[in-house]
């Protein structure tokens, strides 16, 4: 496929089939430097991918990276276009990803440029790892015990984009339907969104939540929802998902549930598969942190769920993420542009870094990902930190943001 500013590089395509990812040596590999601070921590990202790749693998394999475009840059580059066609069109040829942080204007304009990805590429799955890094500034008393993969639905909930101005002919045409058809008190002049919860949704999400306990050997999987109140969608969720651990994990039902159990097929360990409400679930991740392992949840209570658990942590400048489909994964900064740090060099890089960390092992590079990880542990131990975690750490040295990645590469 040819493309009118995407330039692709040497190197051979990652492919695809019968659910398996096939990596060669000098994998194309995209990525979308961002808007704000996008300027800053990507480059020095690449730089520590790239070192690590290297050090890992002794120069045999090199990743080729190929520049897509979206958000401000795409705007420039394509008469005001913040997301072209042609950057799905590369992202679905070429399979893999990584993507700074994107402009998303609050109240109007266009809608979130991280929400229409997920949607148009059907990453249905973002997937939150939250583990403490030893050293990081954090609020708790024991950070450690914190150590969850979070699943969120990406595609469905009050995420899907069905929602109507307040006076809006719609809104009222909908309220009026409520009240009239189906007997429903809503105030008039409301603004309307709908929330759509799917049984195709929500089993593909705990199938994939499912599948990474099993081979990541984890305990756990807790099906995380509002169904006391939201019976027919959240609660059909928390339904669906022991339906799938039933029909497709062989789990039975536990001392007379709700709860499941099961044995991992590879390690023959147990794995219990239970529900919580969402807050409830909170406090637990505060309260009682190393008894949840696993959790898949809907859009909204993800998105709550992954910042709150990412604060206990070190907060959203340590928060990897991804956003994976049946074919196709995108990983991403998990926080903002921070417009007014842009090209200062002065953030801290550590969200993207370890987010390119999940795409190593995503591709199965999984010496790479470890070598960035021990890298990044020593140079926070040894104090040597950008400005966010340095007002937090006594008799810390203050990096920039491309000296803090340096360090890494100089610690691998």
């Known amino acids: 496929m040819s493309y009118l500013n995407i330039k692709v590089p040497n190197g051979e395509k990652i492919t695809y089939a019968n659910g398996q990812l096939n990596v060669p040596d000098n994998p194309i ?20 991918w790239n070192s690590a790749v290297e050090k890992a693998y002794g120069g045999k394999r090199k990743i080729a990276w190929m520049e897509i475009y979206s958000g401000e840059k795409a705007a420039s580059l394509y008469d005001g276009n913040y997301m072209p066609e042609e950057t799905f069109d590369a992202m679905r040829e070429f399979v893999v990803g990584i993507k ?13 440029l991280n929400v229409t990805l997920r949607q148009v590429l059907d990453l249905y799955a973002c997937v939150r790892p939250v583990r403490y890094i030893p050293g990081t500034p954090s609020p708790m008393a024991r950070p450690e015990l914190m150590d969850i993969v979070l699943f969120r639905e990406n595609t469905e909930d009050v995420y899907s984009g069905v929602e109507f101005v307040a ?5 009222n045409k909908l309220i009026a339907f409520l009240r009239d058809e189906l007997g429903k008190t809503v105030r008039d002049a409301s603004a309307i969104g709908i929330k759509p919860v799917s049984e195709f949704g929500t089993k593909r999400l705990v199938r994939q939540a499912m599948q990474y306990a099993i ?43 709700p709860w499941h159990i099961m044995k991992n097929p590879n390690t023959g360990k147990e794995i219990v598969i239970k529900d919580v409400i969402a807050d409830n679930m909170l406090q637990q991740l505060l309260t009682r942190t190393k008894d949840y392992d696993v959790i898949a949840t809907l859009n909204l209570n993800g ?48 969200s993207l870094i370890l987010s390119g960390v999940m795409m190593l092992e995503y591709m199965g590079w999984i010496e790479a990902g470890e070598m ?16 966010d975690l340095h007002r937090q750490i006594e008799g810390a ?5 491309s000296e803090f990645a340096q360090a890494i590469v100089d610690n691998m």
């Not at 700074?100 to 979130?112: A, I, K, Q």
């Not at 006076?167 to 809104?171: D, L, Q």
């Not at 807790?222 to 609660?235: D, R, Y």
């Open 29 to 48: 590999v995209a990525y979308i430097e961002g808007d704000g601070i996008g300027v800053d921590i990507t480059p020095a990202s690449l730089h520590v």
């Open 397 to 401: 040295t203050k990096l920039k943001c």
């Open 167 to 171: 006076n809006s002919n719609e809104a």
């Open 303 to 350: 998105d709550y769920m992954s910042d709150a658990a990412a604060a206990q942590v070190g907060g959203l400048g340590m928060a990897p993420g991804g956003n994976i489909g049946d074919g196709v994964a995108l990983f991403e900064a998990t926080h903002g542009t921070a417009p007014k740090y842009a090209g200062k060099d002065q953030v801290n890089p550590g």
């Open 100 to 112: 700074g942080p994107l402009t998303t204007p609050v109240g109007g304009g266009f809608r979130s």
């Open 215 to 257: 081979d990541h050997d984890r305990s756990s999987v807790s099906l995380v929802h509002k169904g006391n109140i939201m019976k027919f969608t959240e609660g059909a969720f928390r339904d669906w998902g022991y339906e799938l651990a039933r029909d497709e994990f062989g789990a039975e039902p536990w001392e007379g549930g």
């Open 372 to 387: 960035i990880v021990e890298a990044m542990t020593k140079t926070i131990q040894n104090k040597t930190v950008t400005y």
